[in-house]
Each structure stands twice: as structure tokens, then as C-alpha cells.
Antibody, heavy 116, light 108 residues
């Protein structure tokens, strides 16, 4: 059974940093496309970043230069380092495995709140 | 960037009804369109990918169609557990997925 579990969310002030983690089981991160998708409270879904099986990385324009995705193959985990956080980054952050140009498995999400 | 629109934004329906949701892309996305169901407090769940392919384990009352810019999700014989918000997502501009704004299906 494939499972993804996010952690690391919480309350942070504008300009500060936070690191999210996505622990996986039932899949191998180095052979998967792992994405981060976020959802602001009461709003829709926004794709944030992806790390490919071959290590290539992409970001949404809204986070480029501030967020960094990485993976730890030994722990089968993916991380999202978020710097210079803004109020508009407040959201539930989900990690999800990509396949067939869709997101087939999702974690339960972790809430990030950016507020003074 | 490819923009996605959905309509209606909400629909009220009864158990047993047939519900159709439309998704439109701002440019040709071939068949790279996925549909998700999201219930309050839960993560989205993949229902359909590549426009019409049902994800494993998803009930056959869900179906998808379309290509190019216009797509539809149909829920036949609506069940109580189907009241939720549905999102479309384009996968043509891979990996930069974009989602529609969502359609809420609620009880009439």
C-alpha cells in the first residue's frame, strides 16, 4: 500500500523559514515523481514543485527562488524548504506521487500558517 | 500558462441524479486532463486521468470524456458519498499542472 505522510507545518512569521517533510512507504522516491501541491484555506489547488526520478526539479513561478525541493533516498523522504515566507503561502501542503500526468497518491497534508 | 475553467461552480442534486461538470482549457491539452474528488478535511482523490481512464478502485458511475479544450465529468446515479468538490487538472504543460477552480456538488 502506498502512503505519504507530511509533517513540519505550523505557525511562522513572514520572512521566516520552514521545512516540510514527506515520508513515503510502498514506493521508492528515487523512482517516482513526487510533487508538492498546496491549498489555501477555502481555496483551490495550486501545484508548487516536483522532483523527478532522475533528480530534475521544477517550481511554480510563485515560489521559485524561495522554495527548494530535495529528497533523501536512504529515508525515502522528500523535503520542501520554504524561505522568505509570505502571507500568501498560508495553505495546506500536500505531497503527491505523479503518474500518467496526474497525481495518483496524496498525503493527508500539513498546514502552514504565515502570520505576524 | 494554461488556464482552466470549470462550470458550474456549484450544482445541487439529489441521490440518483446524473451530474455533469464541464472543464475548459485555455489551449489545446490533447487528452491530458484529470479529475479529482475532494471532501472537507480530506486530500483530493484521483478519479480519472487521461480524460477518460478510470483510476483503479473508482466506481464506474464516474466517467470522463473530451479532448483538446473541452472535457466533461459525469456522475451517473449520484450516491450520498459523492457530495464533494470536484477539480479538473491539466497535465499537458507537464510538470506544471494547473487546476480548475472546482465544482461543489451539494444536496438539493
Amino acid at each position: 500500500e502506498v502512503q505519504l505522510v507530511e509533517s513540519g507545518g505550523g505557525l511562522v512569521r513572514p520572512g521566516e523559514s520552514m521545512r516540510l517533510s514527506c515520508v513515503t512507504s510502498g514506493l521508492i522516491v528515487s523512482k517516482s515523481y513526487i510533487n508538492w501541491v498546496r491549498q489555501a484555506p477555502g481555496k483551490g489547488l495550486e501545484w508548487v514543485s516536483v522532483i523527478y526520478d532522475d533528480g530534475r526539479i521544477h517550481y511554480a513561478d510563485s515560489v521559485k527562488g524561495r522554495f527548494t525541493i530535495s529528497r533523501d533516498k536512504s529515508k525515502n523522504m522528500v523535503h520542501l524548504q520554504m524561505n522568505s515566507l509570505r502571507g500568501e503561502d498560508t495553505a495546506i501542503y500536500y505531497c503527491a506521487r505523479g503518474n500518467n500526468r496526474a497525481l495518483e497518491y496524496w498525503g493527508q497534508g500539513t498546514l502552514v500558517t504565515v502570520s505576524p | 500558462d494554461i488556464q482552466m475553467t470549470q462550470f458550474p461552480s456549484s450544482v445541487s442534486a439529489s441521490v440518483g441524479d446524473r451530474v455533469t461538470i464541464t472543464c475548459r482549457a485555455s489551449q489545446d491539452i490533447s487528452r491530458w486532463l484529470a479529475w479529482y474528488q475532494q471532501k472537507p478535511g480530506e486530500a483530493p482523490k484521483l478519479l480519472i486521468y487521461a480524460s477518460s481512464t478510470l483510476e483503479s478502485g473508482v466506481q464506474s458511475r464516474f466517467s470522463g470524456s473530451g479532448s483538446g479544450t473541452d472535457f466533461t465529468l459525469t456522475i451517473s446515479n449520484l450516491q450520498p458519498e459523492d457530495f464533494a468538490t470536484y477539480y479538473c487538472q491539466q497535465g499537458n504543460d507537464f510538470p506544471r499542472f494547473t487546476f480548475g477552480p472546482g465544482t461543489k456538488v451539494d444536496v438539493k
